[in-house]
């Protein structure tokens, strides 16, 4: 038997333990080394028997290897006899190794087995479930977690197998796919070397060398509730004068110097994230403002520290800070724009990326999505594990996580499904007012009896403009996932649903004491009913800005409609923690210009504060040459001498040494 069949038994048998399983390998050894100085015959090396091969093995197959070559290499090798000639010591090395060989495979598993049930007493005994052996150990990781923490933790491990959106669209349509769409090896000019791969980002050969992305991380703590490591991410000084010239542009409304800017220091983060954001208002493609957001994340991923993890859901960010939170939004974006390109696994992966940096505060909303991306991707079980272990928020009150659960199950069940009906019972009574909206969207009928129910409408104060925070959910839910639930059989078990719901709610009720039902059932609706308040927490107003649904802007509170705020920084927290507030002489207030989050979003005037322009067919000098210097940036046409400077350039510090 090979070295990886040993390996392989030794995991399986729960000996994963490096430490461990060198103290016991010494062990044996030296007790065959006793034997052999007491006059053994024929002394046996029982690695030997695992076949010699160890060294062969790469560092990444677990830690049990590791141990064993390291016993491997320093055991005393046996004296071979002298050889006359170099022809006859090369004969008998290659026999001595036959023999070797032949000792290995003459080992069958059986016996294998056999040898390492002896030494069962002397090993700790470990715990091989396959929920703990994918989310790992704490103490592996250096931090100590609670049931609690373990449990929530290891629901926020990220797959990094699937981060691969190109691999994706592979298995779903073919390699030609990607060929056709420009990501190919054959598209790829020559003379350009591959770059490696990183977890969230793939650099492409046509992209810009990286010399330092100005961007550093360190852990500065331990966030006590979730157990996780609380890293800060860091500019250098070089990339801080940079920023000073990137938020000048920005003051300015010079959308041209900040294409000059990202084109000279094509890594810098801010400048990336809001040249994909004026690319996709001012109609550009939007495969190359993804490629920008890429881009930004390659250039944090180059960052990291050694410590930090994207993907064991152990890795925490302070989003006060100004520096942490262009990780928030890359992600963000990365995510739009796979589920646009159809990469639903990849995305999924990405949104528990976005939710681990963060669980408790959840600034961006990442839980409005994880639902929706778990269902497109067909991860029913993801769902169901969610709803019913994730503690750090309160997940019950989400209306899209109570609709998707049910959902989820039906999937599931498909025969017989009479668990998911009671979910969607739940649903129904506690979340009524998604019953009209969910209903029409996804094409079904429903009687003038439930629609004219006041149990199912919403209560609006004629002297609010904008939407509660209930009616928000709601609206989010439903515009991101009804087309989940127009087939004709989750149809026909919507209708079952809510005719079951409609004998539990007493005729002409309207608030959670009219339905008979259970006790908790009855309580979650006393506490859903407490959302339906005009105060719209500070991150669902975040999440409905970046969440590309203009009309749901218009329904947010009015302090957040007419305040400014930027592509690569929208809505700053209250308790914001910005470094360059100071420096820029107090909090930055901007004007608009596009890429920006006020009032006129996504109308033309947006786009007259570059130059009186009449729609899009004025005076777009300043996009066009916006655009071509993308173009350029994006490596679609001849480079220049050296367009591949970072923030940290080393020829611009020679030179300001010199002046």
Known sequence: MS???????????????????????????????????????????????????????????????????????????QEAKPAKTKKTKRGKNKKSKGKGKEKADDMSMAEFEAHLKKHDAELPQVETKKAQGAA?????????????????????????KQLDAEAEIKRLFGSAA??????????????????????????KA????????????????????????????????????VQIDFLSAVMTNDADAIAGLAYHHPY????????????????????????????ALYAFECGFASRFSITNGLGRLDFRRIESRGLFLALFRHMQFLARRGCWRTAFEVNKALLALDPVRDPYGALLTLDFHALKSRQYEYVRRMS???????????????????????????????????????????????????????????DAAVTDHPYFQNVQIASESGMTHMQLLEQLFVERSSALFRTPEVGRWLQEGLLLALEQIELGGRTASDIKCSESVVQRRREAERLNSYVVPERISRHVLVSDMDALKAGLPE?????????????????????????????????????????????????????????????????????????????????????????????????????
Not at 206 to 218: D, H, L, S, V, Y
Not at 224 to 239: I, K, L, Q
Request: aromatic letters at 6%; proline letters at 4%; hydrophobic letters at 40%.
């Open 388 to 446: 019913t272990e994730w503690t750090w928020s309160r997940i019950d009150l989400l209306p899209g996580w109570a609709y998707s659960r049910a959902l989820a199950e039906f999937m599931l069940e498909r025969n017989g499904a009479e668990r998911s009906t009671d979910l969607l019972v739940e649903a129904i009574l506690v979340f009524p007012s998604v019953v009209p909206v969910l209903w029409s969207r996804a094409g079904l009928e429903m």
């Open 559 to 659: 302090s957040v409609r007419l305040a400014t705020s930027y592509a690569f920084d929208p809505l700053p927290p209250v308790d914001d923690i910005n470094v360059y507030n100071e420096v820029m002489g107090g909090r930055m207030v901007f004007e608009t210009m596009p890429g920006a989050f006020g009032a006129d979003l996504g109308d033309l005037e947006a786009l007259e504060a570059l130059g009186d322009l009449d729609g899009l067919d004025g005076d777009a000098t300043a996009v066009q040459g916006l655009l071509m210097r993308i173009q350029n940036l994006l490596g679609g046409g001849e480079l220049e001498a050296d367009p591949g400077t970072s923030s940290d350039e080393s020829d611009l510090g020679a030179e300001e040494q010199e002046a």
């Open 3 to 77: 070295s990886r069949a040993v390996r392989r038994a030794l995991k399986e048998r729960g000996y994963d333990d490096m430490a461990e399983t060198t103290a016991l390998i010494e062990k044996q050894v030296c007790e065959m080394e006793n034997e052999k100085d007491r006059g053994s015959s024929e002394p046996v090396n029982m690695f030997d028997l695992l076949g010699g091969d160890a060294a062969e093995s790469s560092e990444s197959e677990g830690s049990v290897e590791g141990g064993v070559e390291a016993i491997v290499e320093v055991e005393p090798k």
């Open 178 to 203: 990607v060929q056709n769409a420009g990501q190919g090896r054959r598209g790829m000019p020559r003379g350009l070397a591959v770059r490696k791969r990183l977890a969230l980002s793939h650099p």
């Open 136 to 160: 790992g150990r704490g103490a592996a990781l250096g931090v100590e977690l609670t049931a609690e923490q373990q449990q929530n933790r290891a629901l926020l491990v990220v797959d990094a």
């Open 268 to 295: 810098h983060v801010d400048a990336l994230l809001q040249l994909s954001e004026i690319l996709k208002q001012t109609g550009g493609d939007f495969i190359e403002a993804g490629t920008l957001v890429e881009r």
């Open 206 to 241: 046509t992209w810009p060398p990286m010399n330092a992305p100005g961007i550093e991380m360190q852990q500065v703590g331990v966030d006590e509730e979730t157990g996780g490591h609380v890293f800060a991410v860091e500019h250098t000084e070089r990339f801080r004068s």
